[in-house]
Protein backbone atom coordinates (compact mmCIF):
# COMPACT_ATOMS: atom_id res chain seq x y z
CA UNK A 1 0.00 0.00 0.00
CA UNK A 2 1.73 3.30 -0.83
CA UNK A 3 1.71 5.71 2.23
CA UNK A 4 -0.32 8.73 2.20
CA UNK A 5 1.69 12.15 2.19
CA UNK A 6 1.02 15.55 4.25
CA UNK A 7 3.38 18.34 3.38
CA UNK A 8 3.86 20.43 5.96
CA UNK A 9 5.71 24.20 5.88
CA UNK A 10 5.38 27.58 7.37
CA UNK A 11 5.92 30.51 4.74
CA UNK A 12 6.04 34.52 5.03
CA UNK A 13 3.02 36.83 4.38
CA UNK A 14 4.58 36.40 0.59
CA UNK A 15 4.36 32.70 0.48
CA UNK A 16 8.39 32.56 0.94
CA UNK A 17 10.06 29.31 2.73
CA UNK A 18 13.56 31.23 3.64
CA UNK A 19 15.71 34.08 2.34
CA UNK A 20 17.01 33.73 -1.82
CA UNK A 21 20.81 32.74 0.13
CA UNK A 22 18.18 29.33 1.24
CA UNK A 23 18.99 31.24 4.93
CA UNK A 24 16.42 29.27 7.49
CA UNK A 25 14.40 32.27 9.29
CA UNK A 26 11.95 32.14 12.46
CA UNK A 27 8.45 32.59 10.80
CA UNK A 28 6.60 30.44 13.45
CA UNK A 29 5.99 30.27 17.26
CA UNK A 30 6.41 28.10 19.70
CA UNK A 31 2.55 26.79 19.43
CA UNK A 32 3.86 26.24 15.90
CA UNK A 33 6.49 24.46 16.57
CA UNK A 34 4.24 22.40 19.14
CA UNK A 35 1.99 21.30 16.20
CA UNK A 36 4.91 20.30 13.76
CA UNK A 37 6.51 17.99 16.49
CA UNK A 38 3.22 16.50 17.49
CA UNK A 39 2.12 15.91 13.83
CA UNK A 40 5.87 14.91 13.22
CA UNK A 41 5.04 11.98 16.14
CA UNK A 42 1.86 10.79 14.65
CA UNK A 43 3.31 9.87 11.25
CA UNK A 44 5.52 6.77 10.19
CA UNK A 45 8.57 8.67 8.15
CA UNK A 46 9.73 12.15 7.50
CA UNK A 47 11.01 12.99 4.36
CA UNK A 48 13.30 16.19 2.67
CA UNK A 49 14.91 16.89 0.12
CA UNK A 50 18.71 16.97 0.16
CA UNK A 51 18.55 20.70 -0.30
CA UNK A 52 17.00 20.95 2.72
CA UNK A 53 19.61 18.34 4.43
CA UNK A 54 22.54 20.90 3.05
CA UNK A 55 20.92 23.88 3.69
CA UNK A 56 19.39 23.43 7.39
CA UNK A 57 21.12 20.01 8.94
CA UNK A 58 17.91 19.09 10.27
CA UNK A 59 17.84 15.48 12.70
CA UNK A 60 13.72 14.97 12.20
CA UNK A 61 13.58 13.82 15.21
CA UNK A 62 10.25 13.96 17.58
CA UNK A 63 11.21 17.02 20.80
CA UNK A 64 9.01 15.87 23.13
CA UNK A 65 9.75 13.37 25.74
CA UNK A 66 5.78 12.77 25.63
CA UNK A 67 5.38 11.65 22.19
CA UNK A 68 8.85 9.48 22.00
CA UNK A 69 7.46 7.93 25.13
CA UNK A 70 3.74 7.23 23.46
CA UNK A 71 5.25 6.22 20.47
CA UNK A 72 7.82 4.10 22.59
CA UNK A 73 4.27 2.40 24.24
CA UNK A 74 2.59 1.80 20.89
CA UNK A 75 5.44 -0.50 19.70
CA UNK A 76 7.17 2.12 17.65
CA UNK A 77 10.57 4.04 17.72
CA UNK A 78 11.08 7.27 19.24
CA UNK A 79 11.66 8.74 16.16
CA UNK A 80 9.96 8.43 12.76
CA UNK A 81 11.92 6.79 9.79
CA UNK A 82 13.81 9.78 8.35
CA UNK A 83 13.83 9.80 4.70
CA UNK A 84 16.20 11.70 2.37
CA UNK A 85 15.68 12.09 -1.61
CA UNK A 86 19.11 12.53 -2.64
CA UNK A 87 19.65 12.03 -6.56
CA UNK A 88 23.71 11.84 -7.04
CA UNK A 89 24.18 10.84 -3.07
CA UNK A 90 26.08 13.96 -1.96
CA UNK A 91 24.83 13.59 1.95
CA UNK A 92 27.48 14.07 4.54
CA UNK A 93 27.67 10.78 6.17
CA UNK A 94 27.64 13.49 9.45
CA UNK A 95 24.77 14.95 8.64
CA UNK A 96 22.93 15.02 11.94
CA UNK A 97 19.40 13.47 9.91
CA UNK A 98 22.10 10.06 9.58
CA UNK A 99 23.67 10.71 13.48
CA UNK A 100 21.15 12.33 15.46
CA UNK A 101 18.11 10.10 17.58
CA UNK A 102 17.67 6.00 17.23
CA UNK A 103 15.89 4.92 14.05
CA UNK A 104 15.55 3.74 10.59
CA UNK A 105 17.52 6.05 7.93
CA UNK A 106 16.48 5.55 4.07
CA UNK A 107 18.15 7.63 1.48
CA UNK A 108 16.72 7.44 -2.16
CA UNK A 109 19.18 7.99 -4.86
CA UNK A 110 19.32 7.63 -9.07
CA UNK A 111 21.34 5.20 -10.88
CA UNK A 112 23.45 8.84 -11.75
CA UNK A 113 25.04 7.87 -8.01
CA UNK A 114 28.29 7.31 -7.48
CA UNK A 115 28.50 3.25 -6.77
CA UNK A 116 31.36 3.81 -3.83
CA UNK A 117 28.73 6.63 -2.28
CA UNK A 118 26.22 4.49 -2.15
CA UNK A 119 28.43 1.46 -0.81
CA UNK A 120 29.33 3.81 2.38
CA UNK A 121 26.31 5.39 2.89
CA UNK A 122 24.48 1.96 3.24
CA UNK A 123 26.90 1.81 6.53
CA UNK A 124 24.34 4.51 7.78
CA UNK A 125 21.02 4.02 5.70
CA UNK A 126 18.82 2.37 3.74
CA UNK A 127 19.52 3.28 0.28
CA UNK A 128 16.99 2.59 -2.16
CA UNK A 129 18.31 3.40 -5.60
CA UNK A 130 15.40 4.19 -8.16
CA UNK A 131 15.25 5.83 -11.72
CA UNK A 132 17.29 6.71 -13.81
CA UNK A 133 18.42 10.81 -13.62
CA UNK A 134 16.29 11.62 -11.14
CA UNK A 135 14.57 9.90 -8.14
CA UNK A 136 11.80 8.13 -9.49
CA UNK A 137 9.64 9.07 -6.37
CA UNK A 138 6.69 7.14 -7.23
CA UNK A 139 8.48 3.67 -6.52
CA UNK A 140 10.32 5.30 -3.53
CA UNK A 141 6.64 5.56 -2.15
CA UNK A 142 5.71 2.16 -3.18
CA UNK A 143 8.88 0.67 -1.59
CA UNK A 144 8.38 2.76 1.85
CA UNK A 145 4.89 1.05 1.56
CA UNK A 146 6.52 -2.46 1.89
CA UNK A 147 8.50 -1.54 4.90
CA UNK A 148 5.33 -0.43 6.80
CA UNK A 149 5.19 2.70 6.28
CA UNK A 150 1.03 4.28 5.71
CA UNK A 151 2.09 8.31 6.52
CA UNK A 152 4.76 10.33 5.87
CA UNK A 153 5.36 13.98 6.67
CA UNK A 154 6.86 16.05 3.92
CA UNK A 155 9.02 19.21 5.21
CA UNK A 156 10.74 20.40 1.90
CA UNK A 157 12.10 21.68 0.02
CA UNK A 158 10.23 23.12 -2.45
CA UNK A 159 11.50 21.32 -5.50
CA UNK A 160 11.02 18.29 -3.53
CA UNK A 161 7.54 18.87 -2.81
CA UNK A 162 6.47 20.75 -6.51
CA UNK A 163 8.36 16.59 -7.69
CA UNK A 164 5.24 15.16 -5.22
CA UNK A 165 2.31 17.34 -6.08
CA UNK A 166 3.72 16.75 -10.16
CA UNK A 167 3.44 12.99 -9.46
CA UNK A 168 0.05 13.16 -7.64
CA UNK A 169 1.37 12.07 -4.43
CA UNK A 170 0.40 14.53 -1.97
CA UNK A 171 -2.88 14.26 0.08
CA UNK A 172 -2.89 16.75 2.69
CA UNK A 173 -0.91 20.64 2.69
CA UNK A 174 -0.39 22.35 5.87
CA UNK A 175 0.73 25.96 5.54
CA UNK A 176 1.20 28.42 8.69
CA UNK A 177 1.67 31.95 7.28
CA UNK A 178 3.79 34.23 9.41
CA UNK A 179 3.48 38.22 9.65
CA UNK A 180 6.89 38.87 7.78
CA UNK A 181 7.52 39.86 4.34
CA UNK A 182 11.13 38.10 3.20
CA UNK A 183 10.75 39.08 -0.83
CA UNK A 184 13.54 38.29 -3.61
CA UNK A 185 12.36 36.78 -6.76
CA UNK A 186 14.50 33.92 -6.04
CA UNK A 187 13.57 32.76 -2.75
CA UNK A 188 12.33 29.56 -2.21
CA UNK A 189 8.67 28.71 -1.91
CA UNK A 190 6.74 26.06 -1.52
CA UNK A 191 6.45 25.01 -5.07
CA UNK A 192 9.51 25.26 -7.07
CA UNK A 193 11.04 24.23 -10.62
CA UNK A 194 9.62 24.81 -13.72
CA UNK A 195 5.76 25.34 -12.16
CA UNK A 196 2.96 24.85 -14.37
CA UNK A 197 1.79 26.26 -17.71
CA UNK A 198 -1.52 25.20 -18.05
CA UNK A 199 -4.40 25.41 -15.82
CA UNK A 200 -5.23 21.69 -16.93
CA UNK A 201 -1.83 21.09 -14.96
CA UNK A 202 -2.44 23.37 -11.60
CA UNK A 203 -3.35 21.13 -8.18
CA UNK A 204 -6.38 21.51 -7.32
CA UNK A 205 -6.84 21.98 -3.54
CA UNK A 206 -10.07 22.29 -0.57
CA UNK A 207 -9.54 23.83 2.65
CA UNK A 208 -10.42 21.96 5.25
CA UNK A 209 -9.35 24.53 7.85
CA UNK A 210 -8.52 27.60 8.83
CA UNK A 211 -6.69 28.16 12.44
CA UNK A 212 -5.27 31.80 14.02
CA UNK A 213 -2.29 30.66 15.61
CA UNK A 214 0.02 33.30 17.27
CA UNK A 215 0.31 36.54 14.88
CA UNK A 216 -0.31 33.86 11.73
CA UNK A 217 -2.72 31.32 10.39
CA UNK A 218 -2.77 27.54 10.02
CA UNK A 219 -4.38 26.86 6.76
CA UNK A 220 -5.26 23.02 5.96
CA UNK A 221 -5.84 21.97 3.02
CA UNK A 222 -6.87 18.49 0.74
CA UNK A 223 -5.36 18.01 -2.26
CA UNK A 224 -7.89 17.01 -4.67
CA UNK A 225 -5.73 13.61 -6.70
CA UNK A 226 -6.32 12.58 -10.41
Wanted: overall charge neutral.
Amino acid sequence: MRPSVVVNVAMSADGKLSTRERRQVKISGARDFARVDRLKADCDAVMVGIGTVLADDPSLTVKNPAYKLERQNSGKPEHPVRVVIDSMARISLDASVLTKGEGLRVVAVSKRADPSKIETLQKKAKVIVAGDNEVDLVRVLDELGTIGIRRIMLEGGGTLIAGMIRADLVDEIYTFIGNIIIGGKDAPTLADGPGWTQETEFARLTLADAVRIEDGILLHWQVNRG
